[in-house]
């Protein structure tokens, strides 16, 4: 089954402590990416990644860094979580290539809440 | 940069009626793409239906239509027949035709089907 899969799906932890959120996806996606998910501001976009090695900041990348050392897979880290990055984080992908109509297929999202 | 605005926070419908959701947003780009997600309680992302700018005639996927106005900038989703299961939130997303395959959210539209 096609599908992007993020773990852990809830997580509650203290200010400071270091988190890596996973993400993976079967379908040989080129692209990938993460939002945050907030009452009232939507779904914004954190960070993003092209093909492997390849990423770069999106909307509001400040307290996260992520990493695409191989195309299935896409983390996005916490250094020192803070209150403020309690949210809902969905991972996403999708084809990549010129021409592609840009549907995104979308994780089924993780529920941080920072103490 | 681009913006997406659904203007209704909430709305409510009987079962069976027909209920039209809000979108417009703003851009300079001539090529990019329209979308509409739906999120139930699960807080799964599903496409809804999506729509190409250069395309003229609105999309349609079954009880799902849209009222693309490109000039005005407007971007409306109609559901026909609306059923207990389209009870979600709505998001109005725009994505540009090139580069960085991100989705610019609108803040949603809660839609409730009252049986």
């Known amino acids: 089954e096609a599908q992007v899969t993020q773990n852990p799906r809830y997580l509650i932890t203290v200010t400071g402590k270091k988190l890596t959120v996973t993400c993976s996806q079967n379908?040989?996606?080129?692209?990938m990416s993460w939002y945050r998910q907030d009452p009232g501001l939507g779904l914004r976009q954190i960070y993003y990644?092209?093909?492997?090695?390849?990423?770069d900041k999106g909307d509001v990348p400040e307290g996260y860094k992520v990493s695409r050392k191989e195309k299935r897979n896409f983390p996005l880290i916490l250094e020192s979580p803070s209150p403020n990055q309690t949210s809902l984080y969905f991972c996403?992908?999708?084809?990549?290539?010129?021409?592609?109509?840009?549907?995104?297929?979308f994780g089924e999202g993780s529920r941080l809440t920072v103490l | 940069a681009q913006t997406v605005t659904q203007s209704q926070p909430e709305m409510s419908v009987q079962e069976a009626e027909t209920v039209t959701l809000s979108c417009t947003y703003d851009?300079?780009?001539?090529?990019?793409?329209l979308f509409w997600y739906k999120q139930p309680p699960s807080r799964q992302m599903i496409l809804v239906i999506r729509?190409?700018?250069?395309?003229?005639q609105n999309a349609t996927e079954n009880r799902f239509s849209v009222n693309f106005q490109k000039a005005a900038k407007s971007f409306s989703l109609k559901i026909s027949d609306s059923q207990l299961g389209d009870t979600a939130m709505y998001f109005c997303?725009?994505?540009?035709?090139?580069?960085?395959?991100?989705?610019?959210f609108g803040t949603g539209t809660r839609l409730t089907i009252i049986p």
């Open positions: 996403a992908s999708s084809l990549g290539t010129s021409g592609n109509t840009g549907e995104l297929f």
């Open positions: 379908m040989n996606h080129e692209y």
């Open positions: 990644s092209m093909n492997v090695e390849v990423t």
């Open positions: 851009t300079s780009e001539n090529n990019y793409y």
């Open positions: 729509q190409e700018a250069y395309k003229q």
């Open positions: 997303a725009f994505r540009r035709g090139f580069g960085n395959e991100k989705l610019t």
